[in-house]
């Protein structure tokens, strides 16, 4: 063989390597944890900041990227051709065409791939630098590219990632072990805070206790002793004109001082409508300094009223002190049989059951309101309703408001 084709088959080894190179380049900067390498940044690691810089701004690195993986396939596939048409004549056309597919295929493309990403972390570390130097290199190349690939594409942006796709991501990650249910649970909680209205967890008026403001001090010492309260809202004729709240500690320590008007001591609350959302609530409590809200409704009258305890609940679950009287919502009776609560919510019911959270279609949130909506009056002990395949029976019903309800799902829904 001579010099010349010892050459050519130089040049063909060398581009593959660089074949290699770019395609693990690629598959390192797209696949890699981008929180990884900012903690790594801000630890100084200058390498990792590089990276970081390539990673988000990624279209600039695929273009450089694809432009120098063409240049060296179109030139590993040229030498190879002049190569194998040296040595067989007018057959090495074909037989460098399947040659060089198959060098490429598994040493250019399908092996670096697949090692890069397995370890994107460590190589996007090792390239960052020798790519800066060639994605300034070819800088006017990319500029081009962008500008063609923007009339190109379309004006409308999308998520690269939904809400969804993030709940999915995070089941994974738990699966996977990385993360605890409670912690899971935690974080799919907090996805879903700001699309929450206060109407969806408020204490509703008729669950409401509050006290009159003109009432005496022993009426309130034992509204207090009795409910166990923290505090309690305090109105003047009627709930409808809710004036603010007292709370035990400090109207036993009016008292322990001989005090006998609880006007000293009553502390203003916040107004909310029953639209706004509860992330918003949350930040006008906490600027306001206050622990209970009330809701109004569209006339401007009380609706219920939510604690701070009502919101952060929302984040990690129930949250019990030594007075709370612990009543489970939902309890399973057989696989398609339970006994509910008024007051759970309907989606918190489908999710404990383990059905689509959108399967009930009703104007309210609660069960109880859903099952008042399906009978249209005021439901009575032992009446009973059916909703698709949900048959349901009222158990108890205490001031007007459902307290207790029997589910039972046919079979075919229960199974799903």
């Known amino acids: 063989m001579d010099t010349q084709n010892i050459g050519r088959i130089a040049i063909i080894i060398i581009t593959i ?3 290699a190179l770019f395609s693990s380049c690629e598959t ?5 944890n981008k929180i990884r390498l900012k903690n790594y940044a801000a630890q100084g ?3 990792a900041a590089k990276a970081l810089k390539i990673a988000n701004a990624f279209e600039d690195a695929l273009t ?3 432009v120098g993986n063409n240049i060296v396939n179109i030139t590993m596939a040229s030498v190879a051709t002049v190569l194998f048409t040296s040595l067989l004549g007018s057959k090495g056309v074909g037989i460098s065409t399947v040659v060089i597919t198959v060098l490429v295929l598994i040493f250019g493309e399908v092996l ?3 090692y890069a990403k397995e370890n994107a972390e460590k190589l996007s570390l090792l390239f ?3 790519l800066s130097a060639l994605i300034f290199i070819f800088k006017p190349i990319v500029l081009f590219f962008n500008l063609l690939a923007s009339v190109l594409k379309s004006d409308k942006t999308e998520p690269t990632v939904t809400e969804d796709e993030l709940k999915y991501i995070i089941d994974e990650i738990e699966e996977q072990g990385v993360l605890e249910e409670q912690e899971s649970d935690l974080v799919k909680s907090a996805l879903e805070f700001d699309e929450i209205t206060v109407n969806e967890i408020l204490i509703p008026r008729i669950k409401v206790v509050g006290v009159e403001k003109n009432a005496s001090i ?12 923290s505090r309690i809202p305090v109105y003047e004729k009627s709930l409808d004109n809710i004036i603010g709240m007292i709370t035990n500690k400090r109207f036993f320590k009016m008292l322990s001082q001989g005090g006998d008007d609880i006007s000293e001591i009553i502390q203003d609350v916040a107004h909310f409508s029953d639209l706004k959302l509860i992330s918003e609530a949350l930040r006008d409590m906490q600027r306001l300094k206050t622990h209970l809200a009330v809701v109004l409704d569209q006339y401007g009258g009380t609706k219920g009223i939510i604690t701070l305890e009502d919101i952060i609940e929302e984040l990690v679950g129930e949250i019990y002190d030594e007075n709370d009287e612990i009543v489970p919502h939902l309890i399973k009776i057989s696989d398609n049989e339970f006994e509910v609560t008024g007051d759970l919510s309907i989606s918190d019911m489908l999710e404990e059951i383990g059905l689509d959270e959108n ?8 069960v109880g309101g859903w099952v008042t909506e399906l009978l249209e009056h005021i439901p009575e002990n032992n009446e009973t309703a059916q909703y698709g395949n949900f048959f349901i029976t009222v158990l108890k019903v205490k001031e007007q408001s459902v307290e207790k309800l029997n589910i039972r799902i046919s079979s075919s829904e229960a199974e799903k």
Request: net charge negative; no cysteine; charged share 20%.
């Open 64 to 66: 450089t990227v694809l």
């Open 17 to 19: 390597i660089f074949s």
């Open 359 to 366: 399967l009930i279609e009703s104007t309210y949130t609660s």
């Open 112 to 114: 670096p791939k697949s």
């Open 128 to 130: 960052a630098a020798p």
């Open 45 to 47: 690691n200058k390498r």
């Open 28 to 32: 390192a900067f797209s696949s890699v």
């Open 218 to 229: 022993e009426e309130i010492k034992n509204l207090f002793i009795e409910e166990m309260y």
